[in-house]
């Protein structure tokens, strides 16, 4: 074999080590974002976080579907305000997100008990093509359901929590459980079911004497406290 045929011989194996390797590549890639969380998964953490709408802005500094903050929103890349994105853009930076600290920044993910798979903290950037399944695909979200009617607890007892987090301009049954506990501290409430200033004004002192963080949402600590915890001061 001539030097010439064995130099070719050489060049056709390299290459086609090469090909192997970019398939291999494509494979692992595939199957890494095939491993991110369901859109089950992501559904329930909207509605959980923000009853499943991507225009909430509850002036509490938390926005969206996903309830960024505008630090965690702009570490993703995130341009203006998340409420205001489309979306599409919420959920590809959602996914972002989750890929670079997991459920971690969602408290509603414990809440829900949701598990974190191999793309978790993966550092992996994703595409827009990769978060297309999640929900949103540009479209605005349909109207939550409306909650069940919360059954009248025993005098003194902790009604069960509701399973949503509760923000501005919520309204539910659930609310007014909660408004006419707080008239036993002195709030005078008279039960509309509806999160306006006074009931803002009340799960915000309740999670400053209780040391919840005073983020303005009824969530289930908040809840827990408003019949266990110490009374707003």
């Known amino acids: 074999m001539t030097n010439r045929v064995r130099t070719a011989h050489r060049a056709a194996a390299r290459c086609l080590i090469l090909a192997l390797a970019v398939l291999g590549m494509q494979l692992a890639v595939t199957g890494a974002a ?3 969380p369901s859109s089950n998964a992501w559904a ?24 960024f ?3 965690t929103w702009r570490s993703v890349g995130g341009q203006g305000r998340p409420d205001q994105a489309s979306p599409r ?26 598990a974190a798979d191999n793309d978790a903290r993966s550092k992996r950037v994703p595409s827009y093509d990769e ?35 509760y923000a501005y301009g919520d309204c539910a049954p659930a609310l007014k459980t909660f408004q006419l506990r707080m008239n036993a501290f002195g709030y005078g409430f008279t039960g509309t079911g509806c999160y306006y200033d006074k009931t803002r004004d009340a799960v915000l002192a309740l999670q400053r004497a209780n040391g919840i963080n005073d983020s303005g949402r ?10 266990e915890g110490k ?3």
């Not at 590809?92 to 993910?109: D, F, K, N, V």
């Not at 009824?218 to 019949?227: D, E, H, R, S, V």
């Open 44 to 67: 329930k953490l909207r509605m959980c976080e923000a009853s499943g709408r991507y225009t909430t802005n509850t002036g509490n500094g938390y926005y969206g579907a996903y309830q």
């Open 218 to 227: 009824l969530g289930p600590k908040t809840w827990k406290a408003a019949w």
């Open 34 to 36: 095939s491993a991110d």
């Open 89 to 114: 853009e919420q959920d590809y930076r959602a996914l972002y997100l989750y890929r670079m600290r997991g459920w971690q920044p969602w408290e509603c993910a414990g809440m829900l008990s949701l």
């Open 69 to 71: 903050n505008l630090d």
């Open 131 to 165: 978060s297309a399944y999640m929900g949103g695909g540009g479209q605005p979200a349909p109207p939550a359901p409306a909650p069940k009617p919360t059954p009248a607890p025993p005098s003194g007892s902790m009604p069960a929590w509701p399973g949503l987090v």
């Open 231 to 233: 009374p707003p001061r």
